[in-house]
């Protein structure tokens, strides 16, 4: 991807967007090589639709009336409406049937609050404190057609201090989500990360295993 024609990067959302503030600006200091094209949220009153307003950003809302096919079938019309070369899920609370989702296939990723494939779904950093966990974090990965089990890249690992509430050990892991998912991106954006063969490779190589970041050592988080 030159320069000239940065990545097209569709966002969706469903609430506060933080993950998709993260993106924005390193869409806008340079550090990710691609230009938000478009934020769409399911929920009208997603915070986050505001806070892209306040980057700039084109918003759109698709709203789920209750079926699944006319939501996608609307939300695929809002995406193909600015052209994305990339589809960023980011705290986006809807699944997508594995039609949608074998649309982008390859272009599509999540970033997921667990060290998958540990703790899928919701609810993680609770169910990681109760089973007294020492290492938490998050994974960015190609979206298939299976929930939270496409291709993990990269993951962060965050330590679980004593001591720790939910809301401790999640704003912990969510500043290292912050990090992980514009790298992941910028990979994709520069053409070093590809889906083939139905894995990702970074760099001509077949990730067997995702990349991790350690961030147990990290004082700032
Ligand atoms: C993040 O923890 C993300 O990993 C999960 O949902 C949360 C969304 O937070 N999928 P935000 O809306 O990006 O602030």
Request: hydrophobic fraction near 50%; include cysteine.
């Amino acid at each position: 991807m030159s320069a000239a024609t940065p990545l097209r990067l569709a966002i969706l959302i469903s609430g506060r967007g933080s993950n998709m503030e993260a993106l924005a600006r390193a869409c806008a200091s340079g550090a990710l090589a691609a230009r938000v094209a478009v934020v769409i949220a399911d929920r009208a009153g997603a915070a986050g639709l505001e806070a892209a307003r306040a980057h700039g950003l084109e918003t759109a809302t698709v709203v789920h009336g209750g079926e699944r096919r006319a939501f996608e079938d609307e939300l695929a019309v809002a995406l193909e409406r600015h052209r994305p070369g990339a589809v960023a899920l980011a705290g986006f609370m809807r699944v997508l049937s594995a039609e949608f989702v074998a649309r982008y296939l390859g272009r599509m990723f999540n970033i997921h609050p667990s060290l998958l494939p540990k703790y899928r779904g919701l609810d993680t950093h609770r169910r990681v404190l109760a089973a007294g966990e020492r290492i938490h974090g998050a994974s960015v990965h190609f979206v298939t057609g299976e929930l939270d089990a496409g291709p993990v890249v990269l993951q962060s690992q965050v330590a679980v201090e004593p001591g720790d509430s939910e809301a401790t050990l999640a704003a912990r892991v969510l500043a290292t989500e912050h990090i992980i998912y514009p790298r992941v991106l910028g990979w994709f954006a520069g053409g070093r990360l590809a889906w083939r063969d139905g894995g990702a490779w970074l760099d001509g190589r077949r990730l067997t295993e995702p990349l991790v970041e350690d961030f147990r050592g990290a004082a700032s988080l």
